[in-house]
């Protein structure tokens, strides 16, 4: 597409790849499921699922059906997991376009019962505690007694989602008690033969501590089982603990604009709508091509900062649907208005690495916006281009 307006998130393939490598490198052998979902949680699922291909990703997560045709239909090959629910014309757009259900409910038994012309393979999930999707665990003998010998439907695995990970690492915790009750649930289906995966962003780091940390116990809940591995947000460089040393995650996104326009604001004047900045002294403001309408949150108005010219440039008032305004008055001490207007394209990062390499982190604007840097990422609208840098290195 060409872009008439230089406001774009370039999507870093080669830090995608290191954020990868790290996860092949500490679970070697173990089911490794990146998730997808949601556009790539922002990145473009395309894009990043085909790469991820060439990385040696068999398996991707997704949670629509639609999300998976998208994949399928642009030629991923991929083993794809529909983890959403999905009625009799679901399962058929399931089986049809070789994708695998991830089965939830009874009705989800019946639909591909219904509609199934060949043996098909799926993963059961089970509702160890989150209270959202899944067979309740009490239910596990009954599921298994439906399924077990069953002409239409092979378990390859049971799952389930932990829903406070933060807490993996802690023997009586939430965490602990899901696993628990996941490594209960696999012993009722082991004549089948299934495999177990439950580990998303936050239990998969809180592991990788517990290795780095040298801790080998079998009776632990994280390591009771090889237990296998659906990250999303580690793979896209952010660390959901909180930690980005852990595990050494590199950002993929960088979210960038461009200075429109600059302008002398006198001291006592106002900047944008509802004049909640108001300039103490004498100052230069960018006017910077990128708003609220692009995904860029409002509730960072007057609140963060951006990265110009290596630098933090605080937010001057509210955040526009096409616009942001920062104060870079000490930025460019010296330089009139004239000259700087004359310099076009000045580029802004609003969030990821700048050409020094320094990160300004989707963490640390979310805790000011009050969110999560899934939500800043998954945030970035459509009509911000991706581009992609990187990817040839392996
Ligand atoms: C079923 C399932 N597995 C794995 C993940 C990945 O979680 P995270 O991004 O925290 O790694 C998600 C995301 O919400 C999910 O819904």
């Given at each position: 597409?060409e872009?008439?307006?230089?406001t774009?998130?370039?999507?870093?393939l080669?830090?995608?790849?290191?954020?990868?490598?790290?996860?092949?490198k500490?679970?070697?052998?173990?089911?490794?499921?990146?998730?997808?979902?949601?556009?790539?949680y922002?990145?473009?699922d395309?894009?990043?699922?085909?790469?991820?291909?060439?990385?040696?990703?068999?398996?991707?997560?997704?949670?629509?059906?639609?999300?998976?045709?998208?994949?399928r239909?642009?030629g991923?090959?991929?083993?794809?997991?529909?983890?959403?629910?999905?009625?009799?014309?679901?399962?058929?757009?399931?089986?049809?376009?070789?994708?695998?259900?991830?089965?939830?409910?009874?009705?989800?038994?019946?639909?591909l019962?219904?509609?199934?012309?060949?043996?098909?393979?799926?993963?059961?999930?089970?509702?160890?505690?989150?209270?959202?999707l899944?067979?309740?665990?009490?239910?596990?003998q009954?599921?298994?007694?439906?399924l077990?010998?069953?002409?239409?439907?092979?378990?390859?695995a049971?799952?389930?989602?932990?829903?406070?990970?933060?807490?993996?690492?802690?023997?009586?915790?939430?965490?602990?008690?899901?696993?628990?009750r996941?490594?209960?649930?696999?012993?009722?289906?082991?004549?089948m033969?299934?495999?177990?995966?439950?580990?998303n962003?936050s239990?998969?780091?809180?592991?990788?501590q517990?290795?780095?940390?040298?801790?080998?116990?079998?009776?632990h809940?994280?390591?009771?089982?090889?237990?296998?591995?659906?990250?999303?947000?580690?793979?896209?460089?952010?660390?959901?603990?909180?930690?980005?040393?852990v595990?050494?995650?590199?950002?993929?996104?960088?979210?960038?604009?461009?200075?429109?326009?600059?302008?002398?604001?006198?001291?006592?004047?106002?900047?944008?709508?509802?004049?909640?900045?108001?300039a103490?002294?004498?100052?230069?403001?960018?006017v910077?091509?990128?708003?609220?309408?692009?995904?860029?949150?409002?509730?960072?108005?007057n609140?963060?900062?951006?990265?110009f010219?290596?630098?933090?440039?605080?937010?001057?008032?509210?955040?526009?649907?096409?616009?942001?305004?920062?104060?870079?008055?000490?930025?460019?001490?010296g330089q009139?208005?004239?000259?700087?207007?004359?310099?076009?394209?000045?580029?802004?990062?609003l969030?990821?690495?700048?050409?020094?390499?320094?990160?300004?982190?989707?963490?640390?604007?979310?805790?000011?916006?009050?969110?999560?840097?899934?939500?800043?990422?998954?945030?970035?609208?459509?009509?911000?281009?991706?581009?992609y840098?990187?990817?040839?290195?392996?």
């Open positions: 597409m872009m008439f307006r230089k774009f998130a370039e999507i870093n080669d830090n995608l790849t290191h954020n990868i490598r790290v996860l092949q500490a679970f070697p052998q173990r089911f490794l499921c990146p998730m997808v979902k949601a556009n790539g922002g990145h473009g395309v894009k990043l699922a085909l790469h991820l291909e060439k990385l040696g990703i068999e398996n991707l997560g997704v949670c629509l059906i639609e999300e998976g045709l998208l994949l239909h642009n991923v090959k991929a083993n794809i997991l529909v983890f959403r629910g999905f009625d009799k014309k679901g399962a058929k757009a399931i089986i049809e376009n070789n994708m695998t259900a991830v089965v939830s409910s009874w009705e989800q038994i019946e639909a019962e219904q509609v199934a012309d060949k043996k098909v393979s799926v993963h059961v999930k089970f509702d160890t505690g989150m209270n959202r899944g067979f309740r665990t009490e239910e596990a009954k599921v298994f007694d439906r077990n010998n069953h002409p239409k439907i092979e378990v390859k049971v799952c389930t989602h932990l829903y406070i990970g933060e807490n993996a690492d802690e023997v009586d915790q939430t965490s602990a008690h899901q696993l628990q996941l490594n209960k649930i696999s012993e009722i289906f082991k004549s033969n299934v495999f177990c995966h439950a580990l962003s239990g998969i780091l809180n592991l990788m517990m290795q780095k940390d040298g801790v080998n116990d079998a009776s809940p994280l390591m009771m089982q090889k237990w296998g591995i659906r990250p999303g947000l580690m793979i896209y460089g952010y660390s959901s603990l909180g930690r980005p040393d595990g050494d995650l590199k950002p993929v996104m960088t979210l960038k604009s461009v200075v429109n326009t600059f302008r002398d604001v006198k001291a006592g004047e106002t900047v944008s709508y509802g004049a909640r900045w108001t103490k002294r004498d100052s230069v403001v960018a910077v091509s990128i708003g609220y309408g692009d995904g860029y949150h409002r509730l960072l108005s609140q963060s900062h951006v990265l010219k290596g630098q933090k440039a605080p937010i001057t008032g509210t955040v526009c649907m096409d616009y942001l305004m920062v104060d870079v008055t000490d930025i460019v001490q009139d208005l004239k000259s700087l207007n004359a310099q076009i394209d000045q580029e802004v990062i969030f990821g690495w700048d050409k020094s390499n320094h990160l300004l982190s989707a963490d640390e604007l979310a805790r000011k916006a009050h969110t999560i840097s899934y939500e800043m990422l998954t945030s970035v609208g459509e009509r911000v281009p991706r581009v840098v990187g990817g040839e290195k392996r």
